[in-house]
């Protein structure tokens, strides 16, 4: 049948994002088959410490070295800069010049979570427990009866540094926050949701048998607990001091749906981006122009502290480089690109009431670019140019790239920040890209394996 006028009109003139199981179908076994890497490095990476250890091994496995500043690099090398243990930069130089720019590609992998606090083993009612101290947006009372593993680093007296990692393994003992039975919860129900858990009542259950002996002693199952952690780690109390232990969930990323489309798992946000990042930057053989994949800390915490992009390590890592080529620095920041890869919101239908479906994010629809993000004004956000959108846009067409456009949320229910403002504030236009992420900021996340898969692509053609 022939198309009337005002339908070949409306197909000239309108437009919608597609959905990618409709119209590539065909994505569904490479997308599988790449996020199964992608599972193995949430599950090994559970704090930032573990994922720059990973991306460490991924990239020596493809013939990267440690930077070495004063050597003079040539188009093809591959270099990696590791900051404290907690942030790493990796770099593919390219056949243009530096002062032609850099293609920065900035993830985060700091995710929210539960700290100890310095002091944190008490004893109360033969019970015994850690304190902790909440790490970035967690609404606190999804920590409660999750089961969760210990990781992290203590240093001891000696220097000796000592990993921890308890709760992962097969046969080991998990650790939980206890939460009121609703039978007693009358009080506690008439709470906001925000404090269903207080922070203060965020205390995890570590042992309840006391160390057994004929003295009068005072604190045995505290005693118990700490020779446990002695036999395994040879680590005393006052080692707690010099330490940073992180609580996390202890389950396994895993395929979610019948139709096994989702991925869920914890530290998806932003370590989702922070793996296809990485697995562009691998792939960059010669790219055109030297690419800087950034994998960041402290983002959740407003990228604060040296390991954060609200320090100068991406800036001095550009210095050297500029220093190499003998380039002014500053000549290769205001011709350079970046993408601040991190997530976003994806629509729920079930809180639908929170975006603005026009201008919201979808599972299936691919990667998101996200123009600004910031508080109800823009507050606090990079607004990309409308060069640099066309730029991006022009990038994920070329590719055949499927990709959609979002906000996060509607206008007045709140918002977020990246890290884009702290490298445009380097004379640097950025914008945010990154995959559309359900039950964000939770102890589970979903996303999809076609956005994620999708993801990857627009990374490796920005770096092509």
Sequence with gaps: MEKTKGQILQEELTFKFPHIGKDAPHQMEEAERFCEGYKRFLDNGKTERECVREAVAMLEMQGYVPFASGVKYKAGDKVYYVNRGKAIIATTFGKEGLEKGVRINGAH??????????????EKNDLAYFKTHYYGGIRKYQWGTTPLAM?????????????????????????????????????Q??????????GEELNILIGSIPFVDDAD??????????????????ITEADFLRAEIELVPAQKASDVGFDRSMIGAYGQDDRVCAYTALMAEIDAVMPRYTTVTVLADKEEIGSDGNTGLNSDFVLHFIEDLAEMADVPVRNILRNSMCLSSDVNAAYDPTFSQV??????????KGCVITKYTGVRGKGGSNDASAELMAKVIAMMEED?????????????????GTIAKYIAAMDVDVVDLGVPILSMHSPFELSSKLDVFNTFKAFRAFYK
Excluded: M
């Design 189 to 198: 129900n008439d709470r906001k949701l925000r404090d269903g858990l207080k």
């Design 400 to 416: 055949g790239i499927y990709w959609q456009i979002g906000e996060l949320g509607a206008v007045d229910q709140g918002g977020g």
């Design 217 to 234: 002693l005072k604190d045995p199952v505290k005693l118990l607990a700490l020779k446990l952690l002695h036999d395994r780690y040879g």
């Design 109 to 122: 992998i700091d995710s929210p979570r539960l700290d100890l606090k310095p002091n944190p083993v008490y």
């Design 355 to 364: 975006y603005e479906e026009r201008n919201a994010c979808f599972l299936n």
């Design 151 to 187: 990781h992290g680093v203590i240093i001891k007296k000696n220097g000796e540094v000592v990993e921890v990692n308890i709760g992962e393994k097969p046969g080991d003992p998990v650790l939980c926050i206890t939460d009121l039975l609703p039978h007693l919860a009358a009080e």
